[in-house]
């Protein structure tokens, strides 16, 4: 089915652990992005890319790898998961304009312990 | 730099009254302007989207927003609220509508309805 999906939905991982976290798009959009939602803070950008290994840092970057060596796959990945990086993340796409603003996936729930 | 504001966090109604939540923006070029929603547990969905044609944006499930400049407001109202409403809002503010550009979002407001 066309869209946009997340996985894992939930993951608990572990201080000091590496965690991939993978979004992949239908649509062919050439725009994906990554946030991360915390409570107070609303919707906080980590990346995002314009294309194929075109990316670029958004607002809290730290801690954070992205990749997308194919246009509908854009993984984030914790270096060195921290309790901080607790959080909801969500990926998102769009065409080549925001006039339609971005489709979101369902989102990743990620518990460090 | 953009930024919006959505004042109240926690916003309750009673079924069948007015909803509006508020959503104030700051833009150093013309904004363009977006509420989504969110129910739990999933990701967010355009509500609808200010991008400088009418003013009066109507979006769905009976919501609108008006955009004031003078006032950089975009608030979201709806004339009867449901219970099937309730959910976090966020209002977003882009500076274009190119692909590139990125949304800035506010830190959301919780809408509770009340029978």
């Known amino acids: 089915d066309a869209g946009i999906t997340q996985s894992p939905r939930y993951k608990i991982t572990e201080t000091g652990r590496q965690v991939t976290l993978m979004c992949h798009q239908t649509?062919?959009?050439?725009?994906m992005f990554w946030y991360r939602q915390d409570l107070g803070h609303g919707l906080r950008l980590i990346y995002y890319?314009?294309?194929?290994?075109?990316?670029d840092k958004g607002e809290v970057p730290d801690g954070y790898v992205v990749s997308r060596s194919k246009t509908e796959n854009f993984p984030l990945t914790l270096e060195s998961a921290t309790r901080s990086q607790t959080s909801v993340y969500f990926c998102?796409?769009?065409?080549?304009?925001?006039?339609?603003?971005?489709?979101f996936g369902s989102g990743t729930r990620l518990t460090v312990v | 730099a953009q930024s919006v504001t959505q004042l109240g966090s926690h916003v309750s109604v009673s079924e069948g009254a007015l909803v509006l939540l508020r959503c104030n923006y700051s833009?150093?070029?013309?904004?363009?302007l977006f509420w989504y929603v969110q129910y739990p547990n999933q990701g967010l969905q355009l509500l609808l989207k200010y991008t400088s044609a009418a003013t009066l944006v109507k979006g769905i499930n009976g919501f609108e927003a008006e955009f004031k400049k003078s006032e950089t407001s975009f608030h979201l109202t709806k004339p009867s609220a449901h219970m099937s409403d309730a959910a976090e809002y966020f209002c977003?503010?882009?500076?274009?509508?190119?692909?590139?550009?990125?949304?800035?979002f506010g830190t959301g407001t919780q809408l509770k309805v009340e029978l």
């Open positions: 833009s150093s070029v013309p904004p363009y």
């Open positions: 998102a796409s769009s065409g080549t304009g925001t006039g339609n603003g971005y489709t």
């Open positions: 977003a503010v882009s500076d274009g509508v190119g692909g590139g550009n990125k949304l800035t």
């Open positions: 649509w062919s959009h050439s725009y």
């Open positions: 890319s314009a294309a194929a290994d075109i990316t």
